[in-house]
Structure formats: C-alpha cells, structure tokens
C-alpha cells in the first residue's frame, strides 16, 4: 500500500478549491476521496513546515527555527558568524541541525524516494531526486537570482516526469515530492497570476500519470496519493527593512546576508519574509527569557510594535509560557500546564479569540481553526520554547514583509506568519479519510497507519486513517 505525497508548494486552499475545473486529475480525486482544510506550522515557511510531513513533528522542536536563525550556544553554527540561513549552500546542514533522537519517515521506511526535499536524512542516495547535486544547485541559484519565476516551471516538469519513472519501475513505499512552482510565481507574480495556473497543472498532470500506472498495475486502490501544501500566501504591498529599523534603533545589529559585525548586540533573523527572529545580547550562550531581558530591551519592542508592517510580537517567558503583543488589542498569555494549554486575555485580546481558551492542543485547534490565527496556541508554544528561537519572535501584518533589502526580485506575495491565509493549506487524498486532519504533522502519523510502521515515541499529529 505506497503513499505518495505530492507537496503543492505555497498552494492556499482557496487557490486549489477555486481552480479544481481546470484540474481534472485532482478534481476526480475531490470527487471520488476526501479534500480538506488544515493547519501548517509556525513558521509557516519552506523548509521548517516540511518537517510535518516527513518527521511528524513541529520544526522549532527539532531544531528547524526558521529559514534563518542564530546559534547563540555556538554549538551548530561555526565562527565567526554563528549563524544559519538555508537561502544557499547552508542548506546542506539542514540534516545535521536536525534532532537526532526525532526519527525521519526515510529513517523509518528504507524503500522511499524523495524529490527536492531539504529533509533527506536516512534517505538513500538512489532514492533522490533532484538531489543538491552540483548541476542542479546552479541551476536552482540561476533561477533564483535572476527572477526568472518560469524556469521553476521547467524544473518542476523534469522532477515530476523522474517520479513518474522512478514510480513506476520502482515501486517504492512511501514518496515524497515537493514542487515548488506554485510558491515561486507566486512570489514572483502573486497568488492569482496566470503562472500560478501554469504550475497547478503540472501538480495535476503528475497525479494523473501516476493514477494511470496505479491502475494499469491494478494497485490504484491500495496506493494513497495525497497533495497538501507547506504555506500558504498573501499579497505584499509594503516591504520594512526588518533588521535596517533595528539597527537604526541602536544596536549594532547583524542580519542575512551580512553576518559578520565586530561584538554585535543584535541578530535579526526573518523567514519567508512574513516572519522574524530577534536575537539580544548576543555575547550571552546561555537563553535569557524576556522577564531578565525587558529592563534594557522595552524601548525596542515599543518601536516594532510602532510599524505597521507588525501584527504579533511573542515574547517568551520560559519554555511553557509567552506574551503576546498588539499595538491596538493589547496583550494576552499562551501558558502550558502538563497537557493542558491556556490562552489567558491580559490587558486585551491579541489573537481575537473573544474569549479565554483551555484545553489539550486538539480541543484548541477545534476551537480557533476558523479565526484569523488558527491553531496560534499551539504553534506558538511550539516554537517560542524552542531552544533557536529568537528571543522576540515576530509575525508580519497582512500585505507587509519583513525584508525590504536583499531579495533578488521583490515579492508580491509573502507568508510566514501566524495569519490564516498562511497557515492554512489543502489536503486532498485519493480516498476518504476515516476522520477529519488537523495538521500537516498528521500527514506523517497517517504514512506509518497506512505502512503499519511503529511510531516514534513522539509525534505533534495523529492518524487521519
């Protein structure tokens, strides 16, 4: 019984639902099994929210921060920078960042094959595909640098026609296949452009070869072929030079791609462009929560809070509790007690929740997956206890980014953050699942049901089969 999971890059769920007349393999598949709506992780970038899919688990927690970060123990990052940015050659170390006691979906199901995958540990090497071979990272850098958002669609084909092959002569267990055409032109272009239709239906042509060799082989009704998404999207309007503001402010700040400064006070970190680490006193190896930090850092917060392009500053207390910040709704906690999770109104209603919320993370997800910050309790403990986490975490308001300087193109369309239209993405499968998803991290949970692996003693998901 193989599963495959086609990975949409950057496909929002309307964006799916919206063009399924135009699909015709993926609208057989809505027809005929199951389409739902369910939550990524935060951040909700390429990269860290592949970690769901392929390690159940949420990527603070194995150590997948963001797409940049700091290494303030000096442990994984080397000098003279110690810091991180998977935008390049460093993507490399995704592997090696990675927890090594939280097992991989390769580690567990040696018979997988895999394409442009950043997670690729216990992977076999004939099992990739589209590997960080020399060729291919030239061709991926030229594309990028160049803002030729069309060449994406050409690496997606060639990647999508390798499955194809690789499927059927193979026949492997478990396939994972990112393709990242949707994300590109949508950056590029926005969300609604043409090109976006374009890559869409290269993800539609992939699910129908490979549903007409399943049923060629007689195996279509014991193969699970399921599409889902990373992140979604939302336009971008204004861009704010995130780590420009702070470095105005004072500090001597560092920043990607220029991480080199003579005893920086600061590190400012921002991911998919709609979200942000902050970093202070750098000098220090050991984590300072914001309660040891706010005396001399207060007047920094109070001037993020200031910019428009701003929605939610977290501020960690300690690994179980963290304070969330508007400029106009106020403050709030998210706290952990044992399973229990609290979202506790302080001096107003930051997450617009219009009520206090407790619960274990399943009953909260119920409760907040229709607001404007699905799933945020959650989430937001999730990372904000991680040990790379910033020690100020920012979350971008719609139709703003972080990162005005330092992009080859400029965006149209961003995500990252906490908000909905980001969170959110599509789970369409080939047949009917036995309850109704949550998460991308069930994603991983379902493989092992349908493969009947053995779990790992930890995932953030549950079986949807």
């Excluded at 005396?295 to 929605?311: G, T």
């Amino acid at each position: 019984m193989p599963v495959i999971v086609l990975v949409a890059d950057g496909a929002r769920p309307d964006a799916l639902r919206d063009r399924l007349d135009t699909l015709p393999a993926l609208a057989r598949m809505h027809d005929e099994g199951s389409y739902h709506e369910v939550t990524s992780v935060f951040p909700s970038v390429t990269g860290p929210a592949y970690t769901p899919f392929l390690m159940g688990r949420f990527p603070g927690a194995v150590g997948l921060p963001g797409l940049r970060w700091y290494d303030r123990a000096r442990a994984a990052c080397g000098w003279p920078d110690h810091a991180r940015s998977y935008v390049g050659w460093q993507m490399g170390r995704v592997d090696g960042d990675l927890d090594a006691g939280s097992p991989t979906i390769f580690e567990l199901v040696p018979n997988s094959l895999a394409a442009m995958s950043v997670v690729t540990r216990g992977l076999r090497r004939a099992g990739q595909i589209g590997g960080l071979t020399p060729r291919l990272a030239a061709r991926a850098a030229m594309t990028h640098f160049s803002g030729r958002a069309e060449r994406w669609l050409g690496i997606d084909r060639d990647v999508g026609d390798a499955v194809v092959c690789r499927v059927r002569d193979e026949r492997p267990d478990y396939v994972f296949a990112a393709l990242t055409g949707v994300d590109k032109a949508s950056h590029a272009r926005g969300h609604a452009d043409p090109m976006v239709n374009d890559a869409f239906a290269i993800v539609d042509d992939v699910a129908a070869r490979l549903r007409e060799d399943a049923e060629r082989a007689g195996s279509w009704q014991d193969t699970h072929l399921w599409i889902v998404s990373d992140h979604g999207h939302t336009p971008v309007s204004a861009h704010d030079d995130l780590a420009g503001a702070v470095a105005a402010f004072g500090p001597r700040t560092i920043s990607h791609p220029f991480t080199l400064a003579l005893s920086p006070d600061v590190a400012v970190m921002v991911s998919g462009n709609a979200m942000g680490h902050v970093y202070l006193d750098l000098a220090a190896r050991v984590r300072a929560w914001w309660p040891a930090l706010s005396e001399r850092w207060s007047p920094l917060i109070a001037m993020l809070l200031a910019r428009p392009s701003v929605d939610l500053v977290l501020l960690p207390h300690g690994p179980d509790r963290c304070e969330v910040r508007h400029s106009l709704r106020g403050a709030a906690w998210v706290e952990r007690t044992g399973t229990t999770l609290r979202y506790r109104r302080g001096t107003g209603d930051p997450l617009c929740y219009r009520s206090d919320l407790s619960g274990t993370p399943d009953t909260l997800h119920g409760a907040t997956r229709d607001t404007d910050y699905p799933d945020a309790i959650v989430q937001i403990l999730a990372l904000g206890g991680s040990a790379r986490a910033g020690d100020v975490i920012l979350s971008a308001a719609p139709g703003h980014d972080f990162r005005a300087r330092f992009e080859p193109i400029p965006h149209r369309s961003a995500h990252g953050a906490l908000h909905r239209d980001h969170i959110l993405v599509p789970l369409l499968t080939n047949h009917p699942t036995v309850r109704r998803p949550r998460r991308t991290t069930d994603v991983f949970a379902s493989t092992l049901a349908v493969l009947g692996v053995t779990p790992p003693a930890v995932m953030d998901g549950s079986s949807f089969m």
